[in-house]
């Protein structure tokens, strides 16, 4: 079963305030990603976990944070929210942590910052 | 900076039409490449994925690869309405850990009846 399940499928959330998104995967996968997409743009990562060990894009380093308590679960954490995070946010996952492996991706979380 | 792009932004095509989609890169060091879909509301999808020069068929798809032009192209046959959905085409840099996906903005195809 290739699922990768995200929570909530719609978030509301207002300016200024701390939102956190749920990702899940039961595949035993080795590597979780996150990406943003906004309308008529092309899906941006932020961030993923290879095993235990986060890699932030530079250029999004200081405005995302992320946990991955186990190799099941990770979260993507914005400390306080602004408008310009409104977006699709979509949790992938990967079996191994190499360019050739196929990454699977949930549904996303539609976030609307206010 | 990896730079990917696609053409068309958008196709209507009639059912059993031949559908090609096109996608740019701007790293010749790019390892692989992609092209996912995504129906509306639900989660992307990978289809296929070349590493080297040529063609790979799967099925009524096909993906070309050109790395010399930085072009790789995907080609449907007999298109169907089910194949109605955002294709987005995707570049695996070279190095480094994880697979790191660079995407192309989409290209929203509608086949119809």
């Known amino acids: 079963d290739t699922t990768v399940k995200q929570n909530p499928r719609y978030k509301l959330a207002r300016v200024g305030k701390p939102v956190n998104l749920i990702c899940s995967q039961t595949?035993?996968?080795?590597?979780m990603y996150w990406y943003q997409k906004k309308p008529n743009q092309a899906p941006k990562l932020l961030l993923f976990?290879?095993?235990?060990?986060?890699?932030r894009e530079a250029d999004t380093f200081e405005k995302f944070q992320s946990s991955r308590p186990n190799n099941s679960f990770c979260s993507l954490y914005i400390g306080s929210a602004g408008l310009e995070y409104s977006a699709m946010y979509l949790c992938a996952s990967s079996r191994l942590g190499s360019s050739a492996e196929t990454l699977y991706f949930g549904s996303g979380t539609r976030l609307t910052v206010l | 900076q990896q730079n990917v792009q696609q053409s068309p932004e958008s196709l209507i095509v009639p059912e059993g039409a031949r559908t090609s989609l096109n996608c740019t890169f701007s790293?010749?060091?790019?390892?692989y490449f992609w092209w996912y879909r995504q129906h509306s509301g639900k989660a992307p999808k990978a289809l296929m994925s070349i590493f080297s020069n040529g063609e790979k068929e799967e099925g009524r798809f096909t993906i070309h690869l050109n790395k010399a032009s930085l072009h790789f192209s995907l080609h449907i046959r007999d298109s169907q309405p089910s194949d109605s959905a955002l294709y987005l085409c995707?570049?695996?840099?070279?190095?480094?850990?994880?697979?790191?996906?660079?995407f192309g903005t989409g290209t929203l195809l509608s086949v119809k009846p």
């Open positions: 790293d010749s060091a790019s390892q």
């Open positions: 976990y290879y095993d235990k060990i986060l890699n």
């Open positions: 995707a570049v695996s840099p070279y190095g480094g850990s994880g697979n790191k996906l660079i």
């Open positions: 595949m035993n996968h080795d590597t």
